[in-house]
């Protein structure tokens, strides 16, 4: 979070595996109850219904709108962020993000969605917040994290390490967002979302494994052996899964050589949570190829691109 004088700009990166602040994550799920649950967890209430945060999974639709979910968890997630500077009451300004190529077309109903109400109260894991949104931007994913680092590098380096031609690959659960810049800017032209998120990858290692060997794997022993690339199986199922998984990599590879990516002319940053596949089972240059490991980048650089648009704003009336 970053805050100000009269209110506090907290970045929400809403992803279809994740939700991500500056300062926190936790699974993109909810399930929600009549009455209070009975086993302790995340728990939220709020508009007279119960939720659990985190259960479950949020299957892959391009319009976040379409129903209450995403509202729901970047409610639970702007509590939890404020929860690491002990505030329950404050005026937000919420800096969210959408895949690249949505950003123009769905912007201003995602803003719309986030701002359906100015004054919210709920409770979270059993302490009260009062929420007054003050107002609401809607960033570019991926770029979004970048913006800071190349900043950064333009004040201590010159720029050097964004000259020329880049490539950004931004890999969620959901979708797979390109973008090529040119001297760190980037170009509509250049800009693509592909439905290649890690959740294709999990979706075809269920249905392989139980057309090969008639293994129906609960999810979440492939959610651990895509985290972490293990899990207790047998040799032979463990190499099918790697197998796969090597391949649905090398299918990232190949479309973004389709809109583009040349290792010999430009570096290729990762990032999202897909980064670690590519890392673990992909063949790449190490030289050109830069990995961008914290999953709270684009949270942070939603704030900070907001915390800029003020500084703008306040410099134009000079």
């Not at 962020?81 to 505030?87: F, G, N, S, V």
């Not at 609401?136 to 380096?157: E, H, I, L, R, T």
């Amino acid at each position: 979070m970053r805050i100000n004088n009269d209110f506090i700009i907290v970045g929400v990166d809403a992803g279809y595996g994740n939700m991500k602040t500056a300062n926190t994550i936790f699974p993109t799920g909810l399930a929600a109850m009549d009455t209070k649950p009975y086993f302790d967890g995340d728990i939220m209430h709020y508009n007279g219904r119960w939720y659990r945060i985190g259960e479950g999974h949020k299957a892959f639709n391009p319009d976040k709108t379409a129903d209450e979910d995403f509202y729901i968890l970047t409610l639970a997630s702007i509590a939890a962020e404020l929860r690491t500077k002990d505030i329950t009451e404050e005026n937000i300004y919420l800096a969210v993000g959408l895949p690249t190529t949505w950003t123009v077309r769905q912007r201003n109903a995602y803003r719309e969605y986030m701002l359906r109400n100015k004054d919210v109260e709920f409770v979270f894991n059993d302490i009260g917040y009062y929420l007054h949104f003050t107002q609401c931007s809607v960033f570019p994913q991926g770029y979004a994290a970048m913006v800071p680092m190349m900043d950064w590098d333009k004040k201590d380096n010159d720029f050097q390490k964004y000259m020329g031609t880049i490539m950004m690959a931004d890999i969620g659960n959901g979708t797979m967002n390109i973008m090529r810049l040119e001297n760190g800017r980037p170009l509509d032209q250049y800009c693509w979302t592909e439905v290649l998120g890690v959740h294709q990858c999990a979706l075809t290692i269920r249905k392989q494994m139980m057309d090969k060997d008639g293994l129906d794997l609960p999810e979440d022993v492939i959610e651990q052996f895509l985290r972490t690339g293990k899990t207790h199986l047998r040799k032979e199922l463990l190499e099918s899964m790697n197998a796969i998984v090597r391949g649905y990599v090398s299918g990232l590879f190949d479309a973004l050589r389709a809109h583009g990516y040349d290792p010999r002319m430009m570096k290729l940053y990762v990032l999202g949570g897909g980064g670690c596949l590519m890392k673990r089972f992909g063949k790449y240059d190490p030289e050109s190829v830069v990995f961008v490991d914290n999953l709270n980048a684009a949270a942070r650089g939603y704030e900070y691109m907001a915390q800029g648009l003020l500084w703008a704003k306040e410099n134009s009336k000079k």
